[in-house]
């Protein structure tokens, strides 16, 4: 029944991490619940609740009743817990330490990681979809992906940074494969990148919370409507199947606020 549940969700062109995170709640919860009931279902969203943060709660329910529509259990689906808005954006680098840690890894040598961030900052990619960029997306200036549904979704490389990655793969004399490797010359993965971004901020006394891979995606979204707002061609750029998904970054992050707030309010 496992193996034709992972099945269905292939067929439905899910990505691999939709996937691997569905398979790994229903494998969790088959071992520690004796079979599908109303009173497992809950004493699983109890532990859910006690353990989790809503967002992953509601990821782990959604995984849960998509297996339970598979069974044919349709009416036992749980509840998604509410999720409380937060009216800013926390945790996303600023332009100013965007641009520091970008200058110094050149500063530094380490190009393959300036051409990472600029990756992230300047494409909105995912650090999945970043590992999949080929040196060919690079000479086509643009990246075709399939997003959930199978709709597809062209992720831009604008010309500066195309033209500037296009002399750095000259000098490498590298003409085909994938842009980022790690030091045995194979595909990075993303908790590599996850990893070498922590160290590298650790190393330029950056804010650890900040500098991680999808924080650069954030600086994209922020970056683009400060410059050209249109929120509805910002959502189909960063492949967000709802425009209220995309909303988010019409708000200020937190450390915006605190800067305006010393500014306005003087009395």
């Known amino acids: 029944m496992r193996e034709q549940f992972e ?7 899910l990505s691999e991490n939709t996937i691997t995170s569905y398979m790994w709640t229903v494998d969790f919860y088959l071992s520690n619940y004796d079979g599908v009931s109303t009173e497992n279902l809950l004493t699983y969203k109890g532990f859910l609740l006690e353990k989790y943060k809503p967002k992953t709660v509601n990821l782990r329910i959604q995984a849960i009743n998509k297996y339970l529509v598979f069974l044919g259990e349709d009416k036992l689906q749980l509840k998604f817990v509410k999720v409380q808005q937060k009216n800013f954006l926390e945790n996303v680098i600023s332009n100013a330490d965007y641009t520091f840690l970008k200058k110094s890894l050149k500063k530094d040598g380490n190009i393959e990681w300036y051409f990472a961030v600029w990756y992230l900052a300047a494409t909105g990619a995912r650090v999945s979809e970043l590992v999949q960029i080929k040196v060919e997306h690079v000479h086509a200036g643009y990246f075709d992906l399939y997003t959930k549904g199978g709709k597809l979704r062209r992720l831009y490389i604008p010309k500066k940074l195309k033209l500037e990655t296009v002399n750095w793969l000259e000098e490498m004399n590298r003409s085909s494969g994938y842009l980022f490797l790690n030091r045995f010359g194979q595909r990075i993965t993303t908790r590599g990148i996850s990893q070498q971004l922590k160290n590298y901020a650790e190393k330029y006394g950056l804010d650890t919370k900040v500098v991680y891979p ?4 954030h600086r994209f979204a922020k970056n683009f409507l400060e410059k050209y707002n249109d929120i509805a061609l910002l959502a189909d750029l960063m ?3 709802s425009i209220e998904t995309t909303r988010i970054y019409l708000r200020r992050t937190a450390s915006e606020q605190q800067a305006l707030v010393d500014k306005i309010v003087t009395w």
């Not at 099945?7 to 062109?13: E, G, S």
């Not at 999808?214 to 995606?217: C, D, E, G, K, Y």
């Open 239 to 241: 492949g967000h199947e």
């Open 7 to 13: 099945a269905q969700l292939r067929k439905a062109n």
């Open 214 to 217: 999808h924080s650069f995606r």
